[in-house]
Each structure stands twice: as structure tokens, then as C-alpha cells.
């Protein structure tokens, strides 16, 4: 059995402390312990009530997430619960750390709760495709209201000790070390004889909240904004309209344990879950012991502040690391901070950040038109023009001015990485930090080894990613990394079968149902159309030559439809909206191109354009992994959930693969490949061996 409880009595009271590291979750040996501390409690005359506290940092990371899915041995949480809830004796919570999921749950299970100022508490269950399912949908509104409660489960994130006692979820935050503080408490109630607060016994406050439907249309709303196509936050819904209307806690949670069920076996669940052990397992490298020391990094230096060196800039102001931003010239400066500051303002306006604090991390950042000020940074990332030629420069300005031992880093989402590293005289000390736009949002950061990049180099930056509080992923050094390489086939499907007869309105949609952001031609108009127009005009790339998946974005280019920034590109925008509209002339055009190349337009379904635009994303995945450019499929769905929107509810592109079956997939491609050709048809060697071995993706995991 996995994790204990350790149990000791201190005068009359026993002190429970659950063990299993390094964050105590709810193990079967956690479970025994708790059931067994709580019976022995109970049968000694001697002791007059117990304290529960964690070891370690957290108190109770919630259920065991590993026994999901499979046969879990000992007493179910909810028999301990059962126990801790009929005990005639006082039961303290001193949440010492995290009392996440079951955690929190056993904590209200218990008659009070004292909390150190720096724990945190939460019922994140909804961010795995679960609810709160040991008595939490029950509990928690009968302690702080419906509205709350639900806004408190539906987004998942959790509060502070300070926090939690505002919200009444605990009693009193420890002014000392949390067990003596707990301690303290509970003499101090059997001194005076309170009586056991049990909470699934109190119906006042829920009987408030009855006759107030808007509370649940509104958490409804709030979820389908927040939470599109999630299974999960209409369960929780559900069984908080339980809690309030049954009257019975019992009824109501017998309608947890069927929502919990049903969310348990729902394929979200599983994909949410393969997501959180995949952000996990992407942090370990195989060749790169945890022993490794990592450098501190102190200061950064970035060069360039356009949008991409200005994001990354506030990427490093935000965890607190002093930024120098090196330009061109004072006014590219000036611009670069005025855009910071702006959006900085933006957060001000939202009420997400205090004006001091925009000031506090204006005050960390400086800029400069000399190289030489960059001399002290402890990581120097170039964020300019996408030329090779052109960063090798930046790579040699860089090498003569670092300090010794600094990172030398490129933000190229493409590039070779060890022509830079050539350039300089420290190979081992160059490395690709590959961020994504807008790099102070977005959460992926793709770090590319080259071939001389020294061990401690990457350890250094995998470490620079929880730093910045990003999700770090290594690549090999090939064209495109794993993000962009893999992305090529998806643009490039959807650009061909545009032409073949789906209108761009119909691919979009199709993919916003499956659950992207946004589709290709909507995220098209989002970058700019004339981005690469203009790259191949500059290039002197001749009408033919164009790549035909180009023509009609060339096409909209010519009348001055760049997209979103001239409120007219695949789509119209109306005055100040972001949302397009269909536009009948785009369609025209489209058709108008299909028949300048002699490409016969027919109607093409739903699941043919979803199938061609994804399978690519498989199909080169599986060459990646067979070139090791991604050391996992995991990495691959990491990266794709996370820098190009892919549906987390889908687990990424390879888990998804798995769900649909390798051999479905491989024959569909082998279709594709007999209609149309092409070498991204060509089925990757590496998925006809899984298919052949009846394996999956997962297998190769280890
Ligand atoms: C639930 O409770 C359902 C109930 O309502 C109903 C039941 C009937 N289980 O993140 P870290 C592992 S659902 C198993 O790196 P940190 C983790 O994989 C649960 N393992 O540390 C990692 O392993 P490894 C609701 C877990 O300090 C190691 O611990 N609870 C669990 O950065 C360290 O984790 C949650 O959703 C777990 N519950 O962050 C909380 N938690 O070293 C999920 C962690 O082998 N957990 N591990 O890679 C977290 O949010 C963070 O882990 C936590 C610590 C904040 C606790």
C-alpha cells in the first residue's frame, strides 16, 4: 500500500500526519491510515479529539490521480470520510500546505480548519474532467453559499490561507507554525466544550439559495465562455443545484457520486488527466540527471523589442527578472515600451494587476543601442528578423560582449541553431528558446538543443521555464522544431481543400467545432496575410512559382485585405470586432482561383476536412518521433495543446491518435494518399510499424 499516517498523542490529543511524498495524496495507504488513526482515536478513553496534518509541504494533494482508471485496493475515501464524519470527538484540520481535490474535501470533513497564511486550497478536480466527488459538491455550499462555491469548483483555481478564511472556508489562519496553532485551537474547544461542527448537518445557507435560478444560469454561462465543450462543469452544476434543493445532504450526494461517475468514465477525463502527468514527464530529459545544477538566472537581456522581443521581455518582468532590451535605435526603444506599458495599462483596466506593480516591473527593465550593456545578463535571447544571416551577426555581437558562462539563446521558430552556435567561440553555451506569440501569454516555450548545447546549459533552461512559469519542451535541432514542422501539413491541407471546393468559412468552422480557438483562415487573418505576401515579393518568387495553397491569401493581399488589421481580409470586421464575418466576395475569388488552375470544385464533408487537416499533424508527429527530434509523444501533445490551441480535451494530437485507433488513421492517410498525392500522404514508417505490432503511441512512452 502506497503512503501512511503517522500517530502520536500529545497530552489528550492525537496528532495525525498523513505521509506520501513529496505531496500526500489520498493513496490506499493514506486511506488505511486515516481510517485506522480515526477508529484508534475514537477507542482510547485518553484522547479527547485529533489533529490531521501533512508532511512535508502539502497537506493533501487530493485523490491519487495514478488509481484513476484502475482497481484501487484499501477503504474508499469516501468510507474514511464516512468515519471521520460519525467521530464524537473534535477532528481538526491543520493544513500546513496544498489541500487540493479530496484533500480540501477531507479538511471539510473535519469540525474546523487552521490554515497557514501560505497554503493553498482548491478543488481543481474540473481541470482533470472530474468534480469534487468526496462530498465537496455538498459541503462546500452548505459552508459558503451556492455562487461561490460554484465559482470556486467551476474555475478550479485555488486561494490562499488569508483567503480562505475571508471565504469561511477555514476557521483561523496559524499566527505560529500550523500544528501547535491547531494545537492551540483545539484545547482551547474542548476547554470550552464547543460543539462538533459538522457540516454537511447545516442547511441554512443553502436554504437561502433556493428560488435563485440566476445563480446557476450564470455559473452555466460563465462555464460554456470559459470552459467550451467541457463535460465536466455541468455535473458540478448539477450537483450544486442538489445541494441546495434536496434539503437532504445524503440525496444530494448520491447525485455527486453519479456525476462523479459519470465524469470518471467520460474520454475527457482520461485525456485531462494523460495532460497532467504529460506536463510532468515533458520536464524529464533522459540524459540529463536531476543532479545537474542548474545556473542562476538573475538578469536577461533580449534583443529586440519588437512584438516578439517585447513579449518575451514581459515574460521575464513578470517573474521578477531584471530585463535590458537592446534596439536599434532610441525611438524603436521608446515604441517597444510604450507597447509594454500598454499592455501592461490593459491588466490596470481589467483589474488584474495594481498600478504599482506595473510600476514595480517598468522599474526592472532598461534599454540600450549598445551591445556592450548586455556584458552582465545571465541569459541573452536575440528576438529579431527570421535570417539566418542576419541572427549569426547577432550570435557574434553576442559572444563578444557575454559574461562567461552566459546563455546565448535564439528565439528562431525555425532555424538551425548550430549555424549560430558556429558563429561563436562557446557552441556549448548557445540554445534555442523558442517562444510563442504573445510570448508574455502564451505558455509553451520549445527550448532546442544543438549539437554541442552542454548539459547544463539545458537543465539551466528547462529550469528557466518554471521560472517564467511556462511549460518547457525539448526539441532536436531540425527545420521547424516539432511546433512548426508538424504544422506545415495542417495550413497547408487546409489551403488545398479551399480549393477543391469547401469555402475557408466551412474549414474554420469545422475546426472550431472540434475545439481550436480559432480556425486556419481566422488565425490567417489574426498574423497578418501579408506577411508572406510580402516575403515573396521581396524574393522575386515568380506567379507561378507561388505555392497554389498561397494564391488566394495573395489574391486578398492585392486588394489590400491583410486581415484583422485592415478589418478586411478572409473575413469582413466589422468596426472595433474581432469576430469575422463570411464575405460572398472571398468565396468568389476562392472559386475564381479553383478555376484558373483547372482544380474541378466538388462538395467536401465535415469529417473529410477534419480528417485532412489533422492526420498531417499525426503523420508528421510520428516521423519527429522517429527522427527524435521530440523525445515523447507526450511532447508533442504538450506542444501542440499549448502553443497552437490544440483542444486539451482531446489529450493532444498523438493521445487522440490512440483514442481513434492508429489503424483507422493509417488507412484514411493511405486513402488520401491514392486521391491526392503528395508527400505528406506518404505514410510515416513509424505508424505503419505500430499499426503492424498492434501498438499504439502511448506504448513508446515507457
Ligand atoms: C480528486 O481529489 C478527486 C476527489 O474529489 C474525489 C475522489 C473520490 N495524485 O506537480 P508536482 C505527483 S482529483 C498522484 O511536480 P508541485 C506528480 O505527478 C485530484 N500524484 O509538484 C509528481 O510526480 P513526479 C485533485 C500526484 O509542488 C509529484 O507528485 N487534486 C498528485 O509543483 C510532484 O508534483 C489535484 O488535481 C495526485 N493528486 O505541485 C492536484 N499530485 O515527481 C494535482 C501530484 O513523479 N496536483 N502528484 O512527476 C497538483 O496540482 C500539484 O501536483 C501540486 C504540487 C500543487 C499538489
Known amino acids: 500500500m502506497k503512503g501512511t499516517v503517522h500517530y502520536e498523542v500529545r497530552d489528550n490529543i492525537a496528532l495525525m500526519t498523513i505521509d506520501n511524498p513529496p505531496v500526500n495524496p489520498l493513496s490506499s495507504g493514506v486511506r488505511q491510515g486515516l481510517s485506522d488513526g480515526v477508529a484508534k482515536a475514537l477507542a482510547d478513553d485518553a484522547v479527547a479529539a485529533i489533529v490531521l496534518t501533512g508532511a512535508g509541504r502539502a497537506f493533501i494533494a487530493g485523490a491519487d490521480i495514478s488509481e484513476f482508471g484502475g482497481k484501487a485496493e484499501g477503504p474508499s475515501l469516501l468510507d474514511c470520510l464516512d468515519i471521520m464524519d460519525n467521530s464524537s470527538k473534535p477532528i481538526v484540520a491543520a493544513i500546513n500546505g496544498t489541500a487540493f ?9 473535519c469540525h474546523y480548519r487552521v490554515i497557514a497564511p501560505n497554503a493553498q486550497v482548491g478543488l481543481p478536480e474540473v481541470k482533470l ?49 500550523v500544528v501547535e496553532s491547531a494545537m492551540d485551537f483545539t484545547r482551547n474547544i474542548i476547554a470550552k466544550g464547543s460543539p462538533l461542527r459538522r457540516i454537511r448537518d447545516e442547511e441554512g445557507v443553502v436554504a437561502q439559495d433556493r428560488d435563485k435560478p440566476e445563480v446557476f444560469d450564470n455559473a452555466r454561462k460563465a462555464a460554456a465562455r470559459k470552459m467550451r465543450k467541457r463535460f465536466a462543469p455541468e455535473m458540478i452544476v448539477q450537483c450544486v443545484e442538489a445541494a441546495v434543493n434536496l434539503g437532504d445532504f445524503d440525496a444530494g450526494l448520491a447525485v455527486e ?55 518575451i521581455a514581459m515574460s521575464f518582468l513578470n517573474a521578477n527578472i531584471p530585463v535590458t532590451s537592446l534596439e536599434m535605435s532610441d525611438e524603436a526603444l521608446e515604441k517597444g515600451f510604450g507597447v509594454i506599458k500598454k499592455n501592461y495599462d490593459i491588466q490596470v ?64 521558430s525555425a532555424l538551425d541553431i548550430d549555424k549560430m552556435a558556429e558563429a561563436t567561440e562557446r557552441p556549448e553555451d548557445v540554445i534555442g528558446l523558442h517562444f510563442f506569440s504573445p510570448a ?27 521560472q517564467l512559469k511556462k511549460v518547457a519542451v525539448l526539441s532536436g535541432n531540425a527545420p521547424g522544431f516539432i511546433g512548426n514542422r508538424i504544422l506545415a501539413g495542417y495550413t497547408r491541407q487546409a489551403g488545398e481543400i479551399i480549393l477543391q471546393g469547401a469555402t475557408p468559412y466551412q474549414v474554420d468552422n469545422v475546426l472550431l467545432n472540434f475545439g481550436m480557438p480559432m480556425g486556419p483562415f481566422q488565425m490567417n487573418d489574426l498574423v497578418g496575410l501579408d506577411l508572406s505576401w510580402r516575403a515573396r515579393k521581396l524574393s522575386g518568387m515568380k506567379p507561378e512559382d507561388i505555392p497554389i495553397t498561397a494564391r488566394v491569401a495573395d489574391k486578398l493581399c492585392e486588394k489590400e485585405r491583410f486581415g484583422q488589421k485592415t478589418s478586411r481580409g478572409f473575413y469582413i470586421y466589422p468596426e472595433g470586432s474581432r469576430a469575422g464575418q463570411a464575405d460572398p466576395e472571398v468565396v468568389a475569388l476562392v472559386e475564381e482561383t479553383s478555376a484558373e488552375l483547372g482544380i474541378e470544385r466538388r462538395p467536401i464533408d465535415d469529417d473529410e476536412v477534419l480528417k485532412r487537416c ?41 493521445f487522440w491518435a490512440d483514442q481513434i485507433g492508429l489503424d483507422n488513421i493509417l488507412s484514411d492517410i493511405k486513402r488520401f494518399q491514392q486521391e491526392y498525392g503528395g508527400a505528406v500522404w506518404e505514410p510515416a514508417p513509424l505508424l505503419e510499424r505500430l499499426v503492424a505490432e498492434g501498438k499504439t503511441f502511448a506504448s513508446l512512452q515507457g
Request: glycine share 12%.
Open 440 to 466: 508574455n501569454v502564451m505558455r509553451l516555450l520549445e527550448i532546442v538543443r544543438g549539437g554541442k548545447t552542454s548539459k547544463e546549459v539545458i537543465a539551466s533552461s528547462m529550469k528557466l521555464g518554471r
Open 257 to 311: 457520486r453519479e456525476n462523479f461517475v459519470k465524469c470518471l468514465e467520460h474520454p475527457q477525463r482520461a485525456s485531462l488527466i494523460h495532460m497532467f502527468f504529460s506536463e510532468r514527464e515533458v520536464a524529464k530529459i533522459p540524459d540529463i540527471s536531476k543532479d545537474i545544477e542548474a545556473k542562476p538566472i538573475n538578469s536577461a537581456a533580449v534583443i529586440g523589442c519588437g512584438t516578439m522581443g517585447g513579449g
Open 101 to 109: 481535490g479530496g484533500g480540501l474535501e477531507v479538511a471539510l470533513c
Open 614 to 654: 489533422l492526420y498531417p499533424i499525426i503523420n508528421e508527429g510520428a516521423r519527429v518521433l522517429e527522427d527524435g527530434i521530440a523525445l515523447r509523444p507526450c511532447d508533442i501533445d504538450i506542444v501542440y495543446i499549448n502553443g497552437y490551441g490544440f483542444p486539451e480535451v482531446t489529450g493532444g494530437p498523438m
Open 349 to 412: 483596466q481589467r483589474g488584474r494587476m495594481s498600478a504599482d506593480e506595473v510600476d514595480h516591473r517598468m522599474s526592472l527593465l532598461s534599454g540600450t543601442t549598445d551591445y556592450a550593456d548586455l556584458g552582465q545578463a545571465d541569459v541573452i535571447i536575440e528576438a529579431i528578423y527570421e535570417n539566418i544571416d542576419v541572427k549569426i551577426e547577432a550570435f557574434k555581437k553576442m559572444d563578444a560582449v557575454a559574461k562567461p558562462g552566459a546563455i546565448l539563446a535564439s528565439n528562431t
Open 129 to 177: 474532467g472530474l468534480l469534487p466527488g468526496a462530498g465537496g459538491t455538498q459541503r462546500l455550499p452548505r459552508l459558503i453559499g451556492a455562487e461561490k462555491a460554484l465559482a470556486f469548483m467551476v474555475s478550479g483555481d485555488p486561494i490562499a490561507g488569508p483567503a480562505a478564511v475571508t471565504m469561511g472556508i477555514a476557521d483561523a489562519v496559524a499566527e505560529q507554525d
